[in-house]
């Protein structure tokens, strides 16, 4: 018996442990389980290399922009120029839009609602697989973060916190393929889930073909299921298609948010039900 | 025991330098896979025993720091270091050139390995397309650096074991 282990042991240990690797997948399939204390081990110790490569390509950055980079200070007023004369036309458009201008203040008044239950973080690192959307903040349940807060930036929702160490915590992306969405249409009310496409794109699913849908509609989050505070914006609708006979159209939608170039984000905190309103 | 742990520390540092440094544009989502690397070179250079237990380490780290399904990464690191060890006995590889068109496969047949595992245990849905797309741009990325991490772990194992 031990001849033939010893015979075959590379074998024996490679099974042993895909069935080992097999099972964490099966154990692990609906949702991650809270981090073990291993993986904590794992999160707290990469963390401080994280940073300081984060800062360090940070300080580059700034260095590089305020002193190196200033030859190219004149093309860029001139293009700024240029583009503070088409937003002043476009400005003008959307004052005269009534729905636009109210979606606005309603967004501002929503804003300045969570200033108060909001913790800010810094994003130090992405995914390392380039095949799923999450980014890792510097901020863990010491700073008050739980799992499933809503993180948002100025331009919109981001995702959502799935996991959390001691001062760190993991943010799925609304682009990962895995992330689901409660939203709505702004305009029409119209209902459907999220989810997203990984190439920085999300779809619209089971929206009704009855449903009023249009190029440009706001996507927000409908508050339902509790989990995410209503009103977050999430992206804008850049495609649709009726082809076919099915129940439900396509509906592609870009995120309101730059994802790659993603740095400051804020965490929403406190009572959710303030905010449903 | 202590090779072990500086395997695993480079192991660290590589995935942080990835996770950082390496996050290119939103023109081009991949980036290069140093784990798939490493594993590789222990696959060519380290014993069977333990290069498995490394690689299934390395695996793990990935896991935990990826927002993939735990147990994925040390299955397909685990995967990847038998398919070397079975490349080693038939082709040489202690070139450059092999070593890099291995690790250019090595990571198309990871690409679709994961894609069966998800497909089996999940949907792939919205994931296929995009992999499909980019999975060549990603193995290309890989195969340039590798060279140059099979230079640092060269020396580090040069540096804790002097012939």
Redesign the interface.
Known sequence: MFYLFRRY??IV??AS??I??????????KE??K?HF??KI??E??SP??KT??LT?KGVKTLWGNYIFLVNLKKENTVLNKTINALKEENLRLREAAIANMRLRKLLLFKEEFRGSMVSAEV???????????V?LDKGSKDGIEKKMAVVTSEGMIGRV?EVSRSVS?V?LST???SAIDVMVQRTRAKGIL??????TC?LKYVSRADDVRMGDDIISSGLGGMFPKGLLLGRVSKIKREGSGLFQYVEVTPSV???KLEEVFIVVGDKSASEK | MGGFFVFLLLG??F???????L?F??HI???P?F?IIMVAYLGIFQG??RG??LA?AL????D????????????LR??T??LT?LACENIYLKNALSQTILIITLSIAD?IL?LS?LYV???????W???V??LPI?AILTGMFSPLIFLILNKTELLLEPR
């Open positions: 042991r590379v240990i490679t442990l895909c080992v690797a097999i099972l964490l997948i099966s154990l692990n399939i991650r389980k981090p291993f993986e794992i999160f110790v990469s290399f994280q490569i984060h390509v130090i690192s992405e995914d390392p697989s380039s095949w799923f959307k999450t890792i799935i993991k799925l990962d393929h895995r989810e997203g496409r990984v190439n920085q779809q730059d994802f790659a | 660290i540092v995935l942080s330098l990835q996770t950082t440094i996050s544009s939103s989502p991949v980036k896979d784990i069977p025993v498995i237990f299934a695996g793990c780290l990935v935990t720091l990826s927002g993939g399904i735990i147990g994925l990464f040390i299955f685990i995967v270091f038998f060890k690409g994961l595992t245990f999940s949907s792939v849905e919205n994931l397309i995009f992999v797309r980019f990603q």
